[in-house]
């Protein structure tokens, strides 16, 4: 059965960092594009970043290019997110998912209806 756990979330001041995992089991993450999701009560949920399978190409959402890098370690089975510079607005459960590589492109990564399977969520509170 294909699962996803994410960890790394808590609380960190204005300007700190923080690093996510998202573990998957019952599936390898190199076959599949995951993608780092985040939502705060009331809000859509938003597309952070993407890692491809194919080609291992990444995508940011504007609001965190230059802060935020995606890794993936096929050995652990895990794709990491590294969040540096954070700010208040950085505030929201975080989620990682995962998709067919066949349905996810450059142009839509951010859509959550293209992913198949997601994890519970890690909250992630910048605040000082």
């Known amino acids: 059965q294909a699962q996803l756990v994410e960890s790394g979330g808590g609380l960190v001041q204005p300007g700190g960092s923080l690093r996510l995992s998202c573990a998957a089991s019952g599936f390898t993450v190199g076959y599949y594009a995951i993608g780092w999701f985040r939502q705060v009560p009331g809000k859509e949920r938003e597309g952070v970043s993407c890692?491809?399978?194919?080609?291992?190409?990444?995508y940011y959402a504007d609001s965190v290019k230059g802060r935020i890098t995606i890794s993936r370690d096929q050995a652990k089975n895990t794709v990491y997110l590294q969040m540096n510079s954070l700010k208040p607005e950085d505030t929201a459960v975080y989620y990682c998912?995962?998709?067919?590589?066949?349905?996810?492109?450059?142009?839509?990564?951010?859509?959550?209806?293209?992913?198949?399977?997601w994890g519970q969520g890690t909250q992630v509170t910048v605040s000082s």
């Open positions: 890692i491809l399978s194919s080609d291992g190409d990444t």
């Open positions: 998912a995962a998709g067919l590589q066949a349905r996810i492109r450059s142009n839509n990564w951010y859509l959550s209806v293209r992913y198949d399977f």
